[in-house]
């Protein structure tokens, strides 16, 4: 079992930038890749950028490529999604995930662990 805590969201004017935390505990941190989703009013959840479990490979969504980046801090179980030039579609709740098929997979099915999302607002 693993356990996911989200924090850092919060409402941000375009162009601004926030950076997001999920903590982890339970089972062991570095068995899993990890990844960060998204879902906005009335959308389905989508993928946003994942990391492996070492951290030297990430994946990320072409509408995030260039603004976000994810990283993690395996010694304090930690994962960080880093978004700068934020735009109003940024605007969702953002979801930590834990995972063991790797970080291509962009399947939320296929994520078995979920934290409970933090916030994002970006305003126009």
């Known amino acids: 079992q693993v356990q996911l805590v989200e924090s850092g969201g919060g409402l941000v004017q375009a162009g601004g930038s926030l950076r997001l935390s999920c903590a982890a505990s339970?089972?062991?941190?570095?068995?899993?890749?990890m990844g960060w989703f998204r879902q906005a009013p009335g959308k389905e959840r989508e993928f946003v950028a994942t990391?492996?479990?070492?951290?030297?490979?990430?994946y990320y969504a072409d509408s995030v490529k260039g603004r976000f980046t994810i990283s993690r801090d395996n010694a304090n179980n930690t994962v960080y999604l880093q978004m700068n030039g934020l735009k109003p579609e940024d605007t969702a709740v953002y979801y930590c995930a834990a995972g063991r098929y790797g970080i291509m997979v962009v399947t939320t099915t296929l994520w078995e662990y979920w934290g409970q999302g933090t916030q994002v607002i970006v305003s126009s």
């Open positions: 339970g089972s062991t941190f570095t068995s899993y890749d």
């Open positions: 990391i492996s479990w070492r951290g030297g490979n990430t």
